[in-house]
């Protein structure tokens, strides 16, 4: 079946510094890619997301790229601020199985002014 | 635009006796969909409905839980009886249709303590 491996947490980052968060995914056929994000006291929500190979997705200055030739879909931010605190969740939802989604087990992340 | 609605909040129990968890997802949203979310873990689904038709419940406890989607817009998920591993967050989210490609809306969640 379909899943998804995240890079482990929690991660704690000072403000400015450079954000690299891993996910790797196993699936059949050509599933979409998502990032989502939950803030303290707050419901998930989407961040940004990829429908097919080679496509980036973007959102307040976070960036992740499709890329099938390595089963990856790593989140980057070039500078993180203190508001940026959260859990990260890295997502598909398959092409096949009528787009049933599998989440991974989530990436704390810490910024510390 | 009125987000995905969820009730009860917050839940506490005592094992074997039985719950039920209420969702109103976006208007208009066809997909709905129940999640479990453990401590630490990522949301796992449980099931999934296309408007008023389940489309994959394939890692729904059958003997415990119970889903239903009346009319296609409210639903429904039930337990009983509870166990103490059942003790999580319940997510509810909707989308505006099955491919993979849509996004999908959480709800705040309902959290289920199992004493």
């Known amino acids: 079946g379909n899943s998804v491996t995240q890079m482990e947490g929690p991660v704690t980052l000072s403000e400015e510094a450079f954000l690299t968060i891993n996910c790797t995914y196993t699936?059949?056929?050509?599933?979409?890619l998502f990032w989502y994000v939950q803030y303290p006291g707050e419901g998930l929500q989407l961040l940004l997301k990829?429908?097919?190979?080679?496509d980036k997705g973007s959102n307040k200055g976070f960036e992740a790229t499709y890329r099938k030739e390595t089963t990856s879909f790593h989140l980057e931010k070039g500078s993180v601020q203190v508001s940026d605190s959260a859990v990260y969740f890295c997502?598909?939802?398959?092409?096949?199985?009528?787009?049933?989604?599998?989440f991974g087990d989530g990436t704390t992340l810490t910024v510390k002014p | 635009e009125a987000g995905v609605a969820q009730s009860p909040r917050y839940k506490i129990i005592e094992k074997r006796q039985s719950v039920a968890f209420w969702c109103n997802p976006i208007?208009?949203?066809?997909?709905l969909y129940w999640y479990q979310q453990i401590l630490g873990q990522g949301p796992k689904l449980l099931i999934q409905?296309?408007?008023?038709?389940?489309?994959?419940d394939s890692q729904l406890p059958k003997d415990r839980f119970s889903a239903e989607r009346l009319k296609g817009v409210d639903s429904t998920l039930k337990i009983q009886p509870a166990k103490l591993e059942d003790s999580a967050v319940y997510l509810c989210?909707?989308?505006?249709?099955?491919?993979?490609?849509?996004?999908?809306?959480f709800g705040p969640g309902t959290r289920l303590t199992v004493l």
């Open positions: 989210a909707s989308s505006l249709g099955l491919a993979g490609g849509y996004t999908q809306y």
């Open positions: 997502a598909l939802s398959g092409s096949t199985n009528a787009g049933k989604s599998t």
């Open positions: 208007s208009g949203h066809a997909t």
């Open positions: 409905f296309q408007n008023n038709g389940v489309v994959d």
């Open positions: 699936a059949t056929g050509y599933p979409s």
């Open positions: 990829a429908t097919k190979a080679d």
